[in-house]
Each structure stands twice: as C-alpha cells, then as structure tokens.
C-alpha cells in the first residue's frame, strides 16, 4: 500500500506530456483488460491504476489548455511584432521626412559662400573646400561631409540626403535660392562695399586694377570683390582682376537699388 501510494506521489510529479499520455493510455488498456476478465488485479492495484489515469489526464487536460493559451498568446506576440514593425517603419518614414524638411530649410539659410560650395558640388562629385565657417556650417547641418581632411582645406562631398533632396526638389529652384541668399548679403553689406557692387548696374565687368606709369594699382573695388570670389555673386571660374557679376546677383542689385541709380542720373 505504501509503495502505491509512493508511485502516486511521484506520477503527479511528472510535467512531460507524452510520458502522462502513455501512462493514461496503458492504465486505461489494464484496467479495460480487468473488465473485459482477461486477467486478475486486487483491488488496491485498480485503485492505483485508476489513480493513474485521473492524474494522467488531469496533467493532459492541463497541457491541452497550456497548448491552447501558448497557441493565442503566440498569435497575440507575432501580432504585435507585426504591429511594431509597420510602427517603426512609420516612424522611420515620419523621422525621413522631418530630415528632408529640415534639410530644405537648411538650405534656405544658405548664405553665397555656402551655396556656391554647394552650386559646385552639384557640377561635381568632389571639390576642395577651404576650411572655415562656411565648411563647418555645411558640415554640421548634415549637408555635405568631408571623406578627406587636409592641413588647410578638406574634400567634400554632398550627403545622400543633400544630394536626394538637390536632385529631386531644389536643383530646379537653386536660382531662388541664390536669389534670396543674394538679397540677404546685399542688404547687409556696409556702404563703402555696396557702392563697389552698385557700379555693375553700369557694366556687368569691371575691371579693379589699371595701370598709372607703368604701374598696377589695386582700385578699391578689387579689395572688395577679393573677398567674395568664391561666392555665387561672380560668374564661375573666377580669374585675374576682372570680375563679371553674376546674372542673379545683377537681378538683385537691380531689384534694390535700380530705382536709386536711375533718379541720381536724372
């Protein structure tokens, strides 16, 4: 009786389904024999065998339904995997238009030196770019990168989003920008520069040097304009001593000060 019961102890202690399963199977194929008289047990050993089944199938009972709860809550994780994924791939496309977004207003705030560092990336894959404030401006807002960096200048080249954003959108309305960005540097400059630009509403070339006995002198136009070669307010390249006003550039003198020029001339 003891040992009966010892046996009953140990089979509730089994957790493995199909170790339960062969044991309901074969204690319901005894005690069917015993039935059916093909062989003799006592009745302590009915009632073990009798045990075993209720325990068997109390534990097959519990794994079906642990089946069915792991079968709804897998279906329940996959569907929020899935629901995560097209989350992220929500918010992956929500945070690359924000980056497009900002990227257009970056160039927005572009000033000439900057845009024209841009105006010849757009003509080619590399250039190389002086460092200062224009190369680290376009650095730090994401619009060019620089795989090579020298002593005194760096190689740039437009980021993939810069480039996307060039190519799709903006490359067509660059005059605009430049434009604008022209207007904002016009407006700023201090009156003795402005008369220096003011004189291409007369001609779009001026020269800034001439020749006084055999002599170069520097005009103070040439001072000026020196310092703003590598815009976009000069047509490109830029060579020797003769600048030629960009059209846009001249569009923008125009804008602002044509009226002025025109009453001084009477």
Not at 6 to 14: D, Q, R
Not at 158 to 166: A, G, N, P
Not at 228 to 242: A, C, E, H, K
Request: with cysteine; proline share 2%.
């Amino acid at each position: 009786m003891q040992g009966s019961k010892e046996i009953l102890e140990l089979l509730t202690k089994f957790k493995d389904t199909r170790l339960n399963l062969a044991i309901f199977l074969v204690s319901s194929a005894l005690l069917y024999a015993i039935r059916i008289e093909l062989f003799e047990l006592d009745a302590v050993s009915s009632t073990v065998l009798q045990g075993l089944i209720f325990v068997t199938s109390i534990r097959l009972i519990y794994g079906l339904i642990g089946l069915v709860f792991d079968f709804i809550t897998n279906k329940q994780e996959s569907k929020r995997k899935e629901a995560d994924k097209i989350k992220e791939k929500e918010l992956a496309i929500q945070d690359k238009e924000k980056q497009r977004e900002k990227m257009i207003a970056n160039f927005n705030e572009l000033d000439v030196f900057q845009l024209y560092i841009v105006q010849e990336l757009k003509r080619q894959n590399h250039i190389s770019v002086m460092k200062g404030a224009p190369l680290f401006t376009l650095k730090n807002m994401g619009v060019i990168y620089t795989p090579a960096v020298g002593e005194k200048s760096e190689s740039a080249s437009l980021t993939e989003i810069s480039k996307s954003i060039l190519d799709d959108i903006l490359w067509n309305e660059f005059d605009d920008l430049k434009f604008s960005a022209i207007s904002r540097f016009v407006i700023g400059l201090q009156p003795e520069e402005l008369k220096c630009f003011v004189e291409f509403l007369v001609s779009d070339k001026i020269k800034t040097t001439s020749r006084y006995n055999s002599k170069l002198h520097y005009k103070d136009s040439y001072y000026v304009f020196k310092k703003y070669n590598n815009t976009i307010l000069f047509s490109q390249p830029q060579r020797g001593y003769d600048y030629t006003i960009d059209p846009i550039a001249k569009k923008v003198i125009e804008s602002l000060y044509g009226e002025e020029l025109q009453e001084a001339n009477g």
